[in-house]
């Protein structure tokens, strides 16, 4: 794991990457939080646990696209100007990998459900599962799209 981590670090400049893993992490405890807090709040309320998790997912996605972005513009990638552009772009990309995670949570639910005797915590291990799922694909996409540089001198530098 640490080799292909080291492969996927060389696509970017160090500085970047410590800046994204911190960034990354933060949204990580931010977006499972939400999750989880959404989670808690709907399931006394929505009588499936599935639509109280996929509702639950639903609306955290549009917090936790907003919050990401600002982290990854204004610290990780530190792009001027193109404040809209970027924005609408990182929702493809987040889109993308949110709508991934839409679609698989009933599947990677009904999994877990066979392996776990507490049913309880399905919606939140199936959250933390598909949350770990998008972290390479996020960097890369953002790198490479929504926040792409014309030169490598505009990537930004550690203070």
Known sequence: MITHFRQLARHAPPGQVVRFLIVGGWNTLFAYGLFALLTYLLTPRIPSPYAAAMTASALGTVVCITVSFLGHKLFVFRT?????????????????????????????????????????????????ILTAGTVAVSFFGHKRYTFAQTSPSDHGTLP
């Open 80 to 128: 001027k100007g193109n404040f809209f552009k970027e924005y609408l772009r990182s929702y493809v990309v987040y889109g993308t990998t949110s709508l991934a995670g839409f679609l698989l949570l009933p599947a990677v639910m009904a999994a877990l459900n066979l392996l776990l005797a507490s049913r309880a915590a399905v919606p939140y291990l199936a959250g933390a």
